[in-house]
């Protein structure tokens, strides 16, 4: 028997060769890192990021991992807690855009009675070296409001989120790219909103794109089926690639913005220069007082 594990603040699931325990409630804060319950009567456990399949047979096991992604995810693959040691392991590996491979051969100890694998997975390769840029607004106004700056109280205390601007933009607000790119991940099928982190978190559409110095931006909370652009597609700073509107976590109509990369196997936001028709924009960093205005 095979059970599947959602544990919390893990990237991809649990996989257990014979019974488990009982399944644990799965939370993340970050744009498209939840596992989902999805799997294979084949023992496949997918999720947004990467899968683990384990192929072969006891006592000697393949860990095959795919990159579900059109763009580099770091993967680290390790016992569960409480596992028995396996040679190789720990490992961590930087795989392709869209690759599947066998990342481990494993030999079970004589006395083990079942395997426990955690995968973790994050987008982005390490080795890169974010540029200082400029950053177009994404989006066409020249009046605009700001309801919460980089290091906001409301969303913005999290490494992944800290440097986040969220633009006050009606439903329906054409959402362009703020620099060029290739669309990693895309999510657009969600409705509605809520303040309920356990329930909406992962109810906001958002669109990934991949900058060639390694860094991502990420345009969040986009309106149901407001994804203009597909995974794997080049994208030109200007480019219309999705309609804002007010999913998930949300408690008005707003376009969440964020420049990521990886620091290794932490996802963590990088302050982006964004200049508007009237200059470069200019926050006042105070712990996120809702209704601050962007300056020129």
Same mark, same amino acid.
Not at 40 to 57: D, K
Not at 80 to 88: K, R
Not at 106 to 135: H, I, N, T
């Given at each position: ?27 993340? +804060?970050?744009? *498209?890192?939840? $596992?989902?319950?999805? &799997? ?5 456990? %997918? /999720? #947004? =990021?990467?899968?683990? +399949?384990?192929? *072969?047979?006891? $006592?000697?096991?393949? &860990? ?5 992604? %059109? /763009? #580099? =995810? ?5 016992? *569960? ?14 795989? #392709? ?200």
């Amino acid at each position: 028997m095979r059970r599947i594990l959602l544990l919390p603040l893990l990237l991809c699931p649990l996989v257990t060769v014979a019974a488990g325990a009982s399944p644990a409630a799965s939370w993340r +804060t970050g744009w *498209g890192l939840v $596992p989902t319950a999805d &799997a294979t009567a084949q023992g496949t456990v %997918a /999720g #947004p =990021v990467a899968s683990l +399949t384990l192929e *072969g047979g006891a $006592p000697q096991w393949q &860990a095959r991992v795919e990159n579900h992604l %059109a /763009g #580099p =995810v770091q993967v680290a693959l390790r016992p *569960g807690a409480g596992a028995p040691a396996l040679p190789g392991l720990p490992l961590q590996t930087v795989l #392709p855009s869209s690759a599947n491979r066998v990342v481990a051969r494993l030999q079970l100890p004589p006395d083990a009675q079942r395997l426990d694998l955690l995968l973790d997975a994050v987008p982005g390769d390490p080795s890169a070296r974010p540029q200082d840029v400029a950053y177009r607004l994404p989006f066409d106004a020249r009046r605009f409001q700001v309801t919460q700056a980089p290091q906001g109280r409301f969303s913005h205390g999290d490494a992944e989120n800290r440097d986040a601007v969220d633009f006050a933009l009606p439903e329906g607000t054409p959402v362009l790219a703020a620099r060029a790119g290739k669309v990693m991940q895309v999510q657009g099928n969600f409705s509605g909103n809520g303040q309920d982190p356990l329930r909406d978190r992962e109810r906001a559409n958002f669109i990934r794109i991949l900058h060639e110095d390694g860094s991502m931006a990420v345009y969040a909370h986009l309106r149901e089926n407001g994804v203009l652009v597909r995974s794997g597609q080049r994208v030109e700073a200007g480019q219309r690639i999705g309609v804002s509107g007010n999913t998930g976590f949300s408690t008005a109509p707003h376009l969440h913005f964020v420049v990521q990369a990886n620091v290794g196997m932490q996802l963590r936001s990088i302050p982006a220069r964004i200049v508007a028709p009237q200059g470069e924009l200019h926050f006042a960093r105070e712990q996120g007082d809702a209704g601050q205005a962007a300056t020129p």
